[in-house]
């Protein structure tokens, strides 16, 4: 079998010479998941396969393609039009010269081999996950746990050769008891038994956390967010640092310029493309520009947009090593820890509000405004004098994430690894107290 | 003609079946899409996908398996079937219960959409003139507001699909579709910015795009948004009567009455990821959700829709199903699995998306039954009102009851009449609120495209989903914060 590096090289060699810029990247994976319903398996799914994507240009005309295919003929075969549709096009208005290769410092660790012994007997992994969480009391779970490895290569015609290999892990439960129920996640690339019970765990307990139900009416709150509502909440702010998301209309940072405050000094949010505990750790984005830490927003100030080089160029700046050939992304996101020490000293501090503990259908009525609003799901908690006094069923945080970057308070020491169905992005996030934040409900 | 020597599928089945699976489905599914992406009349990006490649789908032990390949050699599609069938076997022992499929009378069948034009003839070329056009027509149609950002999206997309499974179904079929996607800011110095998205999709041919005629609907919409945007008003604060625009209700009964009536979801099987539903199995044929004015249909059958087949992916006949049948829930949407568990027959609601997904219970089109009344007999008594034609921001908890719609276009009502704009009404209503609160429908059914999410991995598929204007009695409206 060829590597993904000698399948980017084969395809480069066959369209090198016709275009001004070839790059070819290729992502091959083995993956599987086990989904599991009701406490038991509901499927486990594998998938064995490769990606091919080609970027070329003639003229600054730029024409990208991606196949699901590991035979160079094909890629060749199905590229063989794209002269000539090149011609009839205009030049493109983000168009950059692939860049002259950097050196660039490869990850260690990325691979863990327990991950691969895993991906051949997923059960006893999930055993542990559901056990941890009827232990705290749940009656069932749903939830999922994913083992994979990953290679991705790129080679370009300006001379770019990469190639590195990742191991990831993905675990989210959802731990239910009557009417009530708790979630947790996980997100790594090395297999901790120890993280995977931690999911359980914190599922039941969430859903254990109290029996009582509490009356909520709509108004302004002080609030503390999981690092799961944290980990979703700023993936979409990740996602509007994009360069391209500004410049499309679709970002909160486009009325905004770096060096604007936008947020509390106790907000900073990096793109962590260096931490090879998240999965989404590389050394190289996909124009071979090495990858490096930096913040998008440091002690509540704009730093970073996030660049591929023709966003760069078009914006007059340099790449952040965030491409995305067309659309520049966050690799990791951390969310900076606080000082406070434990949960309950949060919930101390906050004293009166909610904690929700998760969220899901975050959407925004104006990007620009950055007003959006998303729904709680499992344990939204009323606090009254410190204490829990009970759940508070679905609500919903109506806001405009300007407010809630500034109103960001506290956050806890700890952060944790979260990754799930409502977290794309690999972050690290804290719990988080955020003051007067807009909670709604339905009239009828 | 398939793209695919059917004989492989087949092989993959009997290789399942020797490997020990007393069930084996394999489908080969190639998805091609093409298109160009403009902002602000220039280009960004153009582009082509293809995903081509065999899932394969086994019951083993009684515990369900899938894996897919893109190496369409016996070699790659044996690999996927020993790994459906290992790792499948090694979590066979957690399951309490078999997975079991209803029997079902699959078909044998080919069938293709046809074109007037071919896909072919909207090259990048032609369709970055069409993104320009629009470009302008929008910076022409404004007043006074700014218009900082257009993004323009179109493109074609041809799915082929070829299904073979041991109970003896062989379904072909070929379904092209065409996609286009415009989002404008609007922007005023005092105001702020307005922001809306446009989408269109439909299967069939090149000759959709000019049948959307794309540039009066924006032209139209940028002129009755630029006033939304300089005079809107707040909404009342007390309870009113509300007539909620044929685009909201499309959606409205997407997320309220399409999801909660997917049988997996009712079952548990979506618990962690896209939630529950409210609906429990006793309340099905029984419980009353609406008015009379509560029909909801998904039918998957509508020709040129977005969400259209003739057979699902587990090889059963598609029908219309009636979700909620006069104020009554009906009928779920169920696939062979959640059909057997729930002692009926699938109704074939099995869709997915690409190779690399299991086939999973999914919308294809869903919309509320419209009645006989023109627009203007619906609004005729309401005194003071407030009617919400579009929106851009929503969403539902989990279990499909607490729901949210922001309205962008919206206007007063005043004696029957429509009346000065209205900026960002709130209807956020449980979904009994809203189903049981219809006391009027109009004549005119429209459709809106989609794509929904579902699944782990997530997994999204083209629907449409539409309804007629709908009255509702006496609604408390929100603000936004």
């Known amino acids: 079998m060829v590597t993904a590096l000698e399948l980017a090289e084969s395809v480069l060699k066959r369209l090198e010479g016709r275009f001004d810029d070839v790059a070819v990247l290729v992502r091959q994976r083995d993956y599987v998941m086990v989904k599991l319903w009701n406490t038991e398996p509901s499927v486990t799914q594998s998938w064995i396969d490769a990606k091919v994507s080609v970027l070329v240009s003639r003229n600054g005309r730029v024409f990208s393609t991606e196949l699901s295919v590991s035979d160079p003929d094909a890629v060749d075969n199905a590229l063989r039009n794209v002269g000539e549709i090149l011609t009839k096009l205009e030049p493109s208005e983000i168009y950059a010269p692939l860049p002259e290769p950097a050196e660039f410092k490869p990850l260690e660790g990325l691979v863990d081999q327990n991950v691969l012994k895993a991906m051949e007997e997923p059960g006893k992994y999930v055993e542990e996950m559901i056990d941890a969480a009827l232990k705290e009391g749940a009656e069932r779970v749903a939830g999922t746990l994913v083992f994979g490895r990953m290679t991705k290569a790129l080679a370009t015609n300006k001379g770019f050769r990469g190639m590195e290999e990742g191991t990831e892990v993905e675990a989210y439960l959802r731990a239910f008891k009557g009417e009530f129920s708790g979630h947790w996640a996980h997100g790594s690339r090395a297999l901790d038994v120890n993280a995977l019970r931690e999911v359980g765990r914190r599922a039941g307990m969430y859903a254990t956390v109290t029996n009582s139900k509490a009356d909520f009416t709509p108004g302004k709150y002080d609030v503390i967010l999981s690092p799961l509502v944290v980990g979703n909440l700023i993936d979409a702010i990740g996602w509007m640092s994009s360069a391209m998301a500004v410049m499309m209309g679709f970002s909160m940072f486009m009325k905004v310029k770096p060096g604007d405050k936008v947020g509390s000094e106790a907000v900073t949010i990096i793109d962590a493309p260096r931490d090879t505990e998240l999965a989404g750790s590389t050394a190289f984005d996909d124009e071979g520009v090495p990858t490096k830490d930096k913040p998008i927003i440091k002690d509540g100030v704009l730093v970073n947009i996030l660049h591929n080089t023709g966003t760069a160029k078009k914006m007059g700046t340099e790449s952040t090593g965030n491409a995305g050939w067309l659309f520049p992304t966050p690799w990791n996101l951390h969310v900076a820890p606080g000082n406070v020490k434990s949960e309950e000293e949060l919930i101390s501090e906050l004293r009166n509000g909610v904690i929700i503990t998760n969220n899901w259908y975050t959407r925004l009525q104006n990007y620009v405004e950055g007003i959006f609003s998303t729904v709680s799901r499992d344990a939204a908690l009323l606090v009254k004098n410190g204490e829990i006094v009970g759940h508070l069923g679905r609500i919903r945080i109506a806001d405009r994430f300007a407010n809630l970057l500034s109103n960001w308070e506290l956050a806890t020491k700890e952060t944790h690894k979260i990754r799930w169905w409502e977290v794309e992005t690999p972050t690290k996030a804290p719990y988080v107290l955020i003051r007067q934040v807009n909670l709604t409900k339905p009239f009828i | ?481």
């Open chain 2, 1 to 481: 003609m398939t793209s695919l020597d059917e004989g492989l599928l087949q092989w993959a089945v009997d290789k399942a079946l020797e490997a020990g699976a007393s069930y084996a489905e394999a489908r080969y599914q190639r998805d091609v899409t093409s298109g160009v992406i403009l902002r602000n009349a220039r280009t960004v990006g153009v582009g082509s996908e293809v995903r081509e490649g065999i899932g394969v789908r086994v019951i083993v032990n009684g515990s369900l398996g899938f894996a897919a390949t893109n190496t369409l050699s016996r070699e790659g599609v044996e690999r996927a079937v020993m790994a459906a069938i290992t790792r499948a076997r090694a979590t066979a022992s957690l399951r309490k219960t078999p997975i079991e499929f209803s029997d079902e009378r699959v078909g044998r069948a080919s069938y293709e959409v046809a074109v007037k034009r071919p896909l072919g003839d909207l090259t990048a070329e032609t369709l970055t003139e069409l993104g320009k056009k629009l470009t302008e027509t929008i910076n022409s149609s404004v007043k006074e507001v700014k218009v900082p950002a257009v993004m323009f999206q179109a493109g074609t997309r041809l799915q082929e699909k070829l299904v073979i499974n041991s109970d003896g179904a062989a379904i072909h079929s070929v379904v092209p579709r065409v996609t286009a996607f415009i989002n404008f800011v609007l922007a005023h110095p005092q105001k702020g910015t307005l922001q809306r998205t446009i989408e269109k999709e439909a299967s069939g041919g090149a000759e959709l795009i000019d049948s959307w005629r794309l540039e009066e609907v924006v032209s139209e919409e940028v002129r009755n948004l630029e006033k939304v945007f300089l005079k809107g008003v707040e909404p009342p604060k007390e309870p009113i009567d509300v007539v909620v625009g044929s685009e909201v209700v499309g959606l409205l009964v997407h997320e309220s009455a399409g999801h909660p009536m997917e049988a997996d979801r009712i079952l548990g099987r979506e618990a962690a990821q896209a939630g529950e539903s409210f609906v429990k199995p006793d309340m099905i044929g029984k419980y009353r959700i609406g008015t009379k004015y509560a029909t909801v249909i998904e039918d998957p059958t509508i020709p040129g829709s977005n969400g259209y087949y003739l057979f699902d992916d587990e090889g059963v006949p598609a029908r219309p199903r009636y979700l909620y049948k006069e104020g009554i829930i009906y009928e779920p949407l169920h696939n062979r699995h959640t059909a057997k568990l729930m002692g009926t027959s699938s109704n074939a609601a099995a869709r997915a998306m690409d190779y690399a997904s299991e086939p999973i219970i999914r919308m294809s089109n869903t919309y509320l039954k419209p009645g006989d009344m023109s627009f203007e007999e619906l609004i005729e008594d309401i005194k003071l009102g407030v009617f919400i034609k579009s929106y851009m921001e929503w969403n539902i908890d989990d279990m499909r009851w607490n729901q949210r719609y922001v309205g962008l276009e919206a206007y007063m009502i005043r004696n029957g009449e429509l009346a000065e704009p209205v900026r960002n009404p709130v209807l956020e209503i449980t979904t009994k609120g809203f189903y049981s609160n219809i006391v009027g429908v109009d004549k005119h059914l429209r459709f809106y495209p989609g794509t929904c999410g579902k699944g782990e991995p997530p997994q999204g598929v083209p629907v449409w989903f539409g309804g007629p204007d709908v009255r509702l009695a006496k609604i408390r409206l929100g603000v936004i914060a």
